[in-house]
């Protein structure tokens, strides 16, 4: 079971950080790390380190965009969104402001 959280957590850090070489080789480093830390803990500690690492996964997959400098342009930036990439509907915000009060901050 580590082994595949393992994997899972290489192959996001592979897609989220895609043409971003420097960032990829730390995230490699750093799951490799806490993987050789964690190499002896007990069952019931081992299953919730497991589970911490499928939920990093799970981030890097959905919710990790980069985005990079367009080339000549001193503002704008492109950001590279993939077919993983979490998209939200906006609802939350279609529906902000409309609660207590009628769409109003005070009751007066």
């Known amino acids: 079971m580590a082994l595949a959280a393992y994997r899972h957590l290489l192959r996001s ?3 989220a950080f895609q ?6 080789t730390a995230a490699r480093q750093s799951a490799r790390d806490n993987f050789e830390q964690n190499r002896n803990l007990e069952p019931e500690a081992s299953q919730t380190s497991i ?3 499928e939920d990093v ?3 890097l997959l959905e ?11 001193e503002s704008r930036f492109k950001l590279r969104i993939h077919e993983h990439t979490e998209r939200g509907d906006n609802d939350s915000i279609k529906t ?11 009751s007066a």
């Open 51 to 53: 589970k911490h690492a």
């Open 19 to 24: 043409g971003d070489l420097p960032t990829l």
């Open 63 to 73: 919710n990790v965009v980069q985005g990079m400098k367009v080339e000549g342009e």
């Open 96 to 106: 902000a402001g409309k609660g207590l009060f009628g769409g109003k901050c005070c």
């Open 13 to 15: 850090a592979r897609i």
């Open 57 to 59: 996964a799970k981030i």
